[in-house]
């Protein structure tokens, strides 16, 4: 039944899960929808939803239906996890086995990777909700093969946003699968020393980037994937390596993995490394985009990544905590907050801002 947003009465049962025009998940099919659901919609300019037919609803117990209510109030969105999971894990074991080979042969099978990779790739089309997704499968195990798969994760999701055909964006998500496998060449206790790195130690570490080029060059013709690995460390002021490129002179490939690469970094946590809150990962993200990072790529980064967080609790710099119920499409990190009955516009309130969101 598809009625439009303003015919919506409390109790009505999504039928189908909902995107807003970005393609961000925004609540789930089975959804009981209140008066905090239905604002969520409107929020977000949906127009019209398929709901459940109401006689279904009357004829069926209210306890059936409490058990339907899903909302994104928290970013544990369970309906596919146990399907995503295995996928995921089986993966980063995936990886570690491309890594193995690597530094065995210097080479590895592309076409086996590609097989590997492309159940993920596959389920990536469905799943829209990115910062649930990377919450719920990342672990503090095997760190260096579960960031090879969610910087390739992110790179297909960077490239799609960024208008990329489908076909190319999953060579872009391949590319980042792979763009650490320069790493096999390196030993571990350099990889994994939880103290400061000696500068012969870190000359080392940034060699994978060569490493890696090397490895892909030998494995695949496409130049663009061993590029990805080549150039991922490079910043568009020249502050990078190994070549100190500039702007457009490093590939389409190694800007995009650049900035899905520091994201999933600074979201992950190490031997050497805490996790920081989300939002300020985007904030250092927005901050580089005018000194080392492609802006357009990290600017739609942002712009697509910031929606997922209607609806989170935050806390505000004076220590009041609410709720985020509207983004700001130009002012990334200056949404609306509700605290109680209060409204407060934070692109206007500048005295305050987000110090931590609660996921």
Not at 81 to 96: C, E, T
Not at 109 to 128: C, G, H, I, K
Request: with cysteine.
């Amino acid at each position: 039944m598809r009625i439009h947003i303003t015919d919506v009465i409390e109790s009505d049962v999504l039928k189908s899960d909902v995107f807003n025009s970005y393609g961000l998940h925004i609540l789930s099919k089975n959804t009981v929808l209140h008066s905090k659901e239905i604002s969520k919609l409107i929020q977000h300019s949906i127009e019209y939803i398929e709901i459940l037919d109401r006689s279904t609803i009357i004829n069926n117990s209210v306890e059936e239906f409490d058990q339907l209510e899903r909302t994104l109030e928290s970013t544990a969105s369970p309906k596919w996890v146990p399907h995503m999971k295995p996928i995921y894990d089986s993966v980063v074991q995936d990886i570690k086995g491309l890594f193995d080979t690597a530094r065995k042969e210097n080479k590895i099978d592309t076409e086996q990777a590609t097989a590997a990779f492309d159940p993920l790739m596959q389920n990536l089309l469905l799943e829209r909700d990115v910062v649930s997704l990377l919450l719920l499968l990342n672990n503090a195990d095997s760190y260096t093969y579960q960031h090879s798969v969610q910087v390739g994760m992110l790179s297909y999701y960077i490239a799609n946003w960024i208008g990329l055909s489908n076909e190319e964006s999953v060579r872009v998500g391949n590319a980042g699968f792979l763009h650490d496998i320069g790493k096999c060449k390196i030993e571990p206790d350099i990889l994994n020393k939880p103290g400061k790195l000696s500068a012969e130690e870190y000359a080392e570490v940034k060699r994978h980037t060569i490493y890696g080029y090397e490895i892909i060059k030998n494995s695949t013709p496409d130049q663009n994937i061993a590029l990805g690995a080549l150039h991922h460390h490079e910043r568009i002021n020249g502050s990078g390596y190994p070549h100190g490129l500039r702007g457009e002179d490093i590939s389409l490939y190694g800007r995009i993995i650049a900035v899905a690469d520091i994201y999933s970094a600074m979201i992950s946590s190490r031997v050497y490394q805490k996790e920081r809150d989300l939002l300020f990962v985007l904030k250092e993200l927005y901050r580089l985009s005018f000194t080392e990072l492609d802006p357009i790529i990290t600017h739609s980064f942002i712009s697509h990544m910031i929606p997922n967080f209607i609806g989170k609790r935050v806390t505000l710099s004076d220590g009041r905590t609410g709720t985020i119920i509207m983004t700001h499409p130009t002012e990334f990190f200056s949404p609306l907050v509700q605290i109680n009955s209060e409204f407060i516009d934070l692109t206007t309130e500048r005295a305050l801002e987000i110090t931590h969101v609660y996921f």
